[in-house]
């Protein structure tokens, strides 16, 4: 809780920018899920029930986090347990928007050990552009 309550006092806020951004470049077979906030303990199983519906009906599945601030142990359980199950249905998985701090983590919970069916991006752009060449692919 203390964690949470650190990093909730210093999210600066921010202009909404999924107004200016143009999704009309997304292929069809490309879905989008943004979690926005932390990824704890008491948002994480909700969290991974939507990505998970929502990834079932993708070849790809986009899952931004460009405002997940930290993600605990819960979040990563659950998290891995949905990439797995989306891994195992032929979905493919790109996270976008990863911070420097959220990336370290992945590594320190072993995420990467799925890195064969998962691209981490820094930025959305990037993600996109990946997508597209794999929906081509496919």
Avoid: C, W
């Amino acid at each position: 809780m203390k964690r949470m309550t650190d990093f909730g006092a210093k999210i600066p806020p921010e202009i909404d920018s999924d107004l200016l951004e143009d999704y009309s470049k997304i292929p069809e077979d490309v879905s989008i899920y943004e979690i926005s906030g932390p990824l704890f303990f008491a948002s994480a199983k909700e969290y991974a029930e939507v990505i998970k519906n929502v990834g079932m009906n993708s070849k790809v599945l986009i899952i931004r986090m460009r405002h997940v601030p930290f993600i605990d142990s819960t979040g990563f359980h659950n998290l891995e347990q949905v990439i797995e199950i989306l891994q195992e249905s032929g979905v493919y998985i790109i996270l976008a928007g990863v911070n420097k701090s959220v990336l370290n983590d992945f590594y320190k919970h072993k995420i990467n050990l799925l890195i064969k069916k998962i691209s981490i991006f820094d930025s959305f752009d990037k993600a996109i552009q990946y997508s597209q060449k794999l929906v081509e692919n496919k």
